[in-house]
């Protein structure tokens, strides 16, 4: 593969002036089954690069337990995406955003208090250094100066928006020549950060949606010479919990591409395909109040989150063929998508009289921290005894992020992280009932101050004033959903329960879940975990690869958080993303 130089005036590939014309196409994103379909797209959209992130929490669960499998096969996506014909812009972070769990940081850095992530705190730094360590040489071989795909690695991501310590991104950048790197680093930022997230030496590049001339003035005033590259291109937006989805017209969205391309610019679109924020990997962000993202990572791209071609692939594939060539093939067709339904769940398994299949309770004076029992995503099950029968005011301080709380196994409350109210009041049967808390991770903050996002019981519990002691607290992670024992449902259980059921295809192919009088939860299709839904959307059908089915029957597991009266559930041949705001 032809390697990429900076020169004052552009790229040049070879020697020759190139343009990057760049999608984001999250690997981890989208089944793997999928990724050589998904990137022929890119390439038929007459794209020369696609760009990924590399999620440090998916590949190191441990610290030294470095995943390279299945899902996580980095090294098989960048050989398909070479393939194709493909470079590639790699962004390992260590921190990625992406509205991902955490911003791509582990969990475990947070079993360390006072830890500051994103710093030359040793401690940090330790961890990204052994991270680094184990990642990059497997990366190394694909490096375009070994003859592979990759042609440019990004350091660090959005710095200027977070901090403005030199040190920090010096050592990164040193990190990655000292593990071999030799192809050209590059920062990201939006325009009003340029000075603080770019170092000496690093091409900068800029981050916007609007204003295409504006903000390319402002990253040629910040760095007079060399090329100009938009490395990410807003070509729609995310949605979370609560909110309208958001949407962006193919129009608008085609108009700015085309200015940035007529100025001369490189661009990554993000995204030129979102994918899915599978099982519990969706972030969430905090400004004023918290909000987690959907499990749809859909993003109003040109390929939707099935990966079929929407109105902005055919008018971004327009514009792009203005300013450079694209492929003579007709247009990539819809997958075809199944529809089965009346699906019933005609098993059962309550959580809490099964909670100790799911995971082993640690006893202490006060609940501990999911990160204090080595947990990433899921649950952690806190249980203690009331002292006396009668009123019981109690209080929780410090949920992260949704408690529901029980008495001998009745549901007496729910406190969410996003509103002021810590309170509930209920009446206690007799002394010595069971009080449990049910508190669910509904993902880390992945973007500003607020990424050190412990989750669980965090402050104080007190019951009538007074402090709670003697606690166990159990993780409940969920990687198994299998694990419980089920039974026919003859009624419904009482507060969070596992529905199983089982369906037949003749033929896999995509299809979307329909969950509707369900109320919150999550889903798995023969152990593949599908992601959140919530009756509060706008989000009301889940994605289901054609990869994830087989011909012939298949089983179908709904963690529901609360009661529900109907054990049923469909797989529709369309999305439903929810109301729509622009």
């Not at 040049?12 to 014309?21: A, C, N, T, Y």
């Not at 608008?252 to 995204?271: F, I, K």
Request: charged share 20%; hydrophobic share 40%; proline share 9%.
């Amino acid at each position: 593969m032809p390697e990429l130089r900076i020169d004052p005036d552009g790229f040049l590939l070879d020697g020759e002036p190139f343009r990057i014309l760049s999608g984001g196409l999250h690997y981890f994103r989208v089944h793997p089954g999928q990724w050589a379909d998904r990137l022929a797209k890119a390439r038929h959209l007459g794209l020369n690069t696609v760009e990924t992130y590399i999620p440090w929490n998916l590949h190191q669960p441990a610290p030294g337990a470095t995943r390279m499998d299945g899902g996580l096969d980095l090294p098989r996506f960048l050989d398909l995406a070479a393939e194709q014909g493909l470079h590639v812009l790699l962004r390992p972070g260590p921190y990625i955003c992406a509205e991902w769990e955490g911003g791509g940081l582990p969990s475990w850095l947070l079993a360390e208090p006072g830890i500051r992530l994103r710093s030359t705190d040793p401690r940090y730094l330790d961890a990204v250094d052994a991270w680094f360590g184990a990642l990059l040489p497997c990366l190394t071989p694909y490096l375009a100066t070994r003859g592979g795909p990759v042609l440019a690695v990004q350091v660090e991501n959005e710095y200027g928006a977070h901090g403005d310590d030199q040190d920090y991104l010096t050592h990164l950048a040193g990190l990655l020549r000292g593990h071999g790197v030799d192809v050209p680093l590059f920062t990201c930022d939006q325009p009003a950060d340029l000075a603080r997230g770019s170092i000496p030496g690093v091409l900068a590049t800029v981050n916007f949606d609007t204003g295409a001339a504006v903000h390319l003035a402002a990253l040629r005033a910040h760095q007079p010479q060399g090329p100009l590259m938009v490395t990410e291109f807003w070509s729609g937006w995310f949605d979370r919990w609560g909110a309208a989805r958001t949407v962006r017209s193919a129009a608008d969205a085609a108009a700015e591409l085309d200015a940035v391309l007529t100025a001369g610019a490189s661009v990554n679109l993000y995204m030129f395909h979102g994918g899915t924020n599978f099982g519990f990997t969706n972030g969430a962000n905090r400004k004023h109040t918290y909000r987690p993202t959907v499990t749809s990572y859909d993003y109003d791209a040109p390929l939707d989150e099935s990966g079929d071609p929407t109105p902005k692939y055919a008018a971004f594939r327009e514009v792009i063929a203005r300013h450079a060539p694209v492929p003579d093939a007709p247009a990539p067709e819809p997958s075809r998508k199944l529809n089965v339904p009346g699906i019933r769940l005609g098993e059962s398994a309550s959580l809490l009289a099964c909670a100790d299949r799911l995971g082993e309770a640690v006893a202490g004076p006060r609940p501990l921290a999911m990160e204090e029992l080595g947990q990433d995503f899921g649950f952690v099950l806190y249980a203690a005894r009331l002292p006396a029968a009668g009123p019981a005011h109690l209080r929780l301080d410090g949920v992260r992020d949704r408690a529901q709380v029980f008495v001998d196994g009745q549901p007496v409350g729910v406190l969410e992280r996003e509103s002021d109210h810590r309170v509930l009041t209920f009446t206690v049967p007799s002394a010595g009932a069971r009080l449990e808390v049910l508190v669910e991770n509904q993902g880390r903050v992945n973007y500003g101050p607020g990424i050190a996002d412990r989750k669980g019981l965090l402050g104080e519990a007190r019951l009538n004033g007074e402090p709670l002691g003697e606690w166990t607290s159990r993780p409940i992670g969920l990687a198994d959903p299998g694990a419980p024992a089920y039974r026919p449902t003859q009624a419904a259980p009482v507060g969070p329960a596992f529905y199983r059921g089982a369906f037949t295809v003749e033929e896999p192919a995509d299809t979307f879940l329909d969950l509707a009088g369900w109320t919150k939860g999550s889903a798995w299709i023969n152990g593949f975990p599908l992601g959140r839904y919530w009756s509060r959307g706008p989000q009301r059908r889940l994605y289901v690869p054609g990869p994830v089915l087989r011909a012939g029957a298949n089983e179908i597991v709904v963690l529901e958080l609360h009661a529900t009266a109907d054990a049923g559930v469909d797989l529709r041949d369309t999305p439903d993303l929810g109301p729509t705001q622009e």
